[in-house]
Nanobody
Framework: QVQLLESGGGLVQPGESLRLSCSIGISMYSLNAMGWYRQAPGKERESVAISISGRQTTYADSVKGRFVISTDSTKNMVYLQMTSLKVDDTAVYYC?????????????WGQGTQVTVSP
């Protein structure tokens, strides 16, 4: 079992910035993908930003141009820099990672960190 530990959530006003951090309890070189999901109240969990094999990055349309995912393989850390935050960005943000093993995708999740954007 791979442990993921998020930090950096909090309460901010619209237009402000926040950076989320995720510590991954395994070498990132053993992972297929890593990144961030979020779940707002009453909504399904959605992908926010995912880095695949360190070569391809995908972003949700709603965050393109405002959020940036980055990784530090020396520290096994994943970050999500969020700028120009909107009320609609309010959600619990989950760190995510997965491995491919014998044709199966093994998924790992952090416990989540709350991000609240409110005037």
């Amino acid at each position: 079992q791979v442990q993921l530990l998020e930090s950096g959530g909090g309460l901010v006003q619209p237009g402000e910035s926040l950076r989320l951090s995720c510590s991954i309890g395994i070498s990132m070189y053993s992972l297929n993908a890593m990144g961030w999901y979020r779940q707002a109240p009453g909504k399904e969990r959605e992908s926010v930003a995912i880095s695949i094999s360190g070569r391809q990055t995908t972003y949700a349309d709603s965050v393109k141009g405002r959020f940036v995912i980055s990784t530090d393989s020396t520290k096994n850390m994943v970050y999500l820099q969020m700028t120009s935050l909107k009320v609609d960005d309010t959600a619990v943000y989950y760190c995510y990672a997965d491995q491919l093993y014998l044709g199966k995708q093994i998924k790992y999740w952090g416990q989540g960190t709350q991000v609240t954007v409110s005037p």
